[in-house]
């Protein structure tokens, strides 16, 4: 599960809050949870289950907005994004909040983005505007609770996490639908040709060249039809795995 958040801010005092609620001391985590199994023991209370107050991400900070989109860009070309971005909208002398979101979503459009402020200049919908993808856009103002920056950092990294799985269940779905397509299109007169056909269409939705196809009986095992790359050594090994 991808819980990489960046946090962007020229506040070392509100980067240190933020890392004191994303990222709370492991020694004192620890001590909790044996002080809630200790109660459970003693009152009978089962301890309570996992929620926004004990999630752990990894934190990333920034002073700067251009520094910040950086990391996120270099994060994205590395196959390693962030799902979230913290961004302050006032950030002297550098870019200012809306531009390093813009600049952001232009690197990374799937990446969840919170606006963060003090200060009432800006407009909702100039923000929307220039940010774009407004679904992936939330606006919070200072000074924030931490429990609420505890409960966006769970739902919007959840968020995050849920679309790109629903994603491979549709890439998924897409490939094994063509598979389905090509089936109905050859004409099979025998069993050993559907078992081919079968194979062949399981290798391109799995994405791999070699396989094999065999039945299981109180005799052992016997391969039906093997894919014409995989070489009885080969074949020998597989089966005693």
């Known amino acids: 599960m991808n819980k990489k958040i960046i946090v962007i801010d020229d506040d070392e ?15 004192i985590s620890e ?12 009152f009978g209370e089962a301890p309570e289950k996992e929620g926004f107050g004990n ?10 907005g251009k520094e910040g989109f950086i990391r996120v860009k270099d994060a994205r070309a590395a196959d390693r994004p962030f799902s979230l971005a ?18 952001i979503r232009e690197v990374d459009s799937e990446i969840e983005i919170v606006i963060v402020t003090a200060y009432s200049d800006r407009d909702r919908s100039e923000i929307v505007d220039k940010v774009g993808v407004p679904e992936r ?23 995050w996490n849920l679309e790109r799985k629903a994603e491979k269940h549709r890439e998924y779905l897409e490939r094994l639908l063509a598979s389905v397509k090509r089936l109905k299109t050859l004409s099979i007169s025998s069993i050993r040709e559907v078992l081919s056909a079968v194979l062949s269409e399981v290798l391109i939705f799995v994405n791999a060249r070699k396989g ?3 039945r ?3 005799s052992g095992i016997h ?6 790359n995989l070489p009885p050594g080969e074949l020998g090994t597989l089966m005693e795995k």
């Open 13 to 27: 005092s509100i980067l240190k809050d933020y890392q004191m609620i994303l990222t709370p001391e492991k020694g």
């Open 31 to 42: 001590l909790e949870e044996k002080a809630a199994a200790l109660e459970a023991e003693l």
């Open 55 to 64: 999630e752990y991400y990894e934190l990333i900070t920034a002073s700067q």
């Open 86 to 103: 913290f961004v302050d909208i006032r950030m002297p002398p550098g870019w200012d909040g809306v531009r390093t979101a813009r600049a």
């Open 137 to 159: 856009l939330l606006y919070l103002k200072k000074p924030f609770d931490p429990e609420e920056i505890r409960q966006i950092a769970l739902c919007l990294t959840r968020k």
């Open 212 to 214: 094999f196809i065999a």
């Open 216 to 218: 299981l009986d109180n």
């Open 223 to 228: 391969v039906e039809i093997n894919s014409e």
